[in-house]
């Protein structure tokens, strides 16, 4: 069973950055790759970041940029850093890892951007 815990969300203003973490609790070498996920309210849920485990690095077009993902397998987490936040960056941020055909998610944190 793999446990993916979220944290780092919270309410900011335009302009403004965060750093969401994904914490697992097994070593993040042993996925595939892992990611991050957000859903706005009535939007689907899309793909923001991802990083393989050779560290190569996949962004949506829309935060290009902006936001920066990374791993620090010590810890067994991964970052997101968001900057230059925009309202429309406002969702619930899940973390995901992939690995054998399977995809584990995390229960999301709320990311919250004011104008």
């Known amino acids: 069973q793999v446990q993916l815990v979220e944290s780092g969300g919270g309410l900011v203003q335009a302009g403004g950055s965060l750093r969401l973490s994904c914490a697992a609790s097994?070593?993040?070498?042993?996925?595939?790759?892992m990611g991050w996920y957000r859903q706005a309210p009535g939007k689907q849920r899309e793909s923001v970041a991802a990083?393989?485990?050779?560290?190569?690095?996949n962004y949506a077009d829309s935060v290009k940029g902006r936001l920066s993902i990374s791993r620090d397998n010590a810890k067994n987490t991964v970052y997101l850093q968001m900057n230059d936040l925009t309202p429309e960056d406002t969702a619930v941020y899940y973390c995901?890892?992939?690995?054998?055909?399977?995809?584990?998610w995390g229960q999301g944190t709320q990311v919250t951007v004011s104008s």
């Open positions: 990083i393989r485990r050779d560290d190569t690095t």
């Open positions: 995901t890892a992939y690995r054998l055909g399977h995809t584990y």
């Open positions: 097994r070593s993040i070498f042993s996925f595939n790759a």
